[in-house]
């Protein structure tokens, strides 16, 4: 998927990327990086 897929996603559900962020041990900072492409994901 791509980051806007992913955006567009989080979107229709209602969640912020904050929010399930921290709902799954991840910090914030971190998610917005992989979705942007600045750090690479390593799983998944």
């Known amino acids: 998927m791509t980051e806007q897929e992913i955006r567009e ?3 229709q559900t209602g969640i912020s ?3 399930w962020a921290n709902a ?3 910090a914030p900072n971190l998610v917005y990086d992989v979705l942007a492409g600045r750090r690479p994901a390593i799983r998944g």
Do not use: K, L, T
């Open 17 to 19: 990327i904050a929010a």
């Open 24 to 26: 799954n041990g991840f």
């Open 9 to 11: 996603a989080f979107r």
